[in-house]
């Protein structure tokens, strides 16, 4: 099993809606992300969070903000989305950001988003 | 500059054959290339890294063989089993960095 635990697993929702996506790790990580992932297509990061601080915002819609409470949890807020944002997200972590051999991503295994 | 590109897109292989999956890039300024494993509704998980300054990395099964001067490297399965049968994302990243840029994938079928 993963150390990764994302949930729910997955997330039906109206273009209305507000919903939010939980991820949670128990490893130490101090570096977090979200990973949007179409269907037979590499994961495409979204924000990076380091020390409990946003990073990296490879510029996402404000539609998806992204909220780190603590070095163990990450959220991911969803409001007025778009059928086009069906996707798997992914959430990962990693010791630090940067030294990537030393700190490898690991992966949970995400929530299926489906916008109707 | 920023892509990593990866054949083939699909690959059927016997059980007990070798997978071969390819990968080239571009930057010269990466220096990090992990290759990841994800089955059906499960994230990607780390299967095998290497950095540029060693040709060959092999575990288990699994081999990385890495040409700077090409800028090429490939993961080797051998012995290949239904259960190696998944999706293959080989990727990379600058400065020892976790902003990984991912290659397309490769669906791995190993048959019977």
Redesign the interface.
């Known amino acids: 099993d ?1 150390e ?1 635990t994302q949930t729910p697993k997955h997330l039906v929702m109206g273009m209305t809606n507000k919903k939010s996506l939980k991820c949670e790790q128990h490893m130490g990580h101090r ?1 977090m ?1 979200w990973y949007k992932q179409k269907a ?4 495409e ?1 979204m924000f ?1 969070y380091s020390y409990e601080k946003l990073s ?1 915002n490879e510029s996402v819609p404000s539609r998806f903000s992204p909220e780190c409470p603590n070095s163990s949890l990450l959220n991911l807020h969803l409001h007025a989305l778009q059928p086009e944002d069906s996707a798997l997200y ?1 959430c ?1 972590s ?1 010791q630090v ?5 030393q ?8 929530t299926r988003l489906t916008v109707t | 500059q920023q892509q990593v590109k990866q054949s083939p897109q699909s690959l059927i292989v016997q059980k007990g054959g070798i997978s071969i999956i390819n990968c080239a890039y571009e930057n010269t300024a990466f220096d ?1 290339f ?1 290759w ?1 494993q994800q089955f059906p ?6 299967l095998i ?1 290497i ?1 540029p300054d060693v040709s060959e990395k092999k575990e288990g099964r699994f081999t990385i063989s890495f040409n700077k001067s090409a800028k090429q490297f490939s993961l080797h399965i051998m012995d290949s089993q239904p259960g190696d049968s998944a999706t293959y ?1 080989c ?1 990379a ?1 600058t ?6 840029t ?4 490769t ?1 791995l079928k190993v048959e019977l």
């Open positions: 993963t990764v570096a992300y037979k297509k590499p994961p990061l990076v990296i992914l990962a990693s950001v940067g030294l990537a051999a700190s490898p991503l690991h992966f949970g295994n995400g | 990090y992990p990841y509704g499960k994230g990607p998980a780390l890294a950095r994302f990727a990243s400065g020892g960095g976790n902003k990984l991912f290659g397309t994938g669906q």
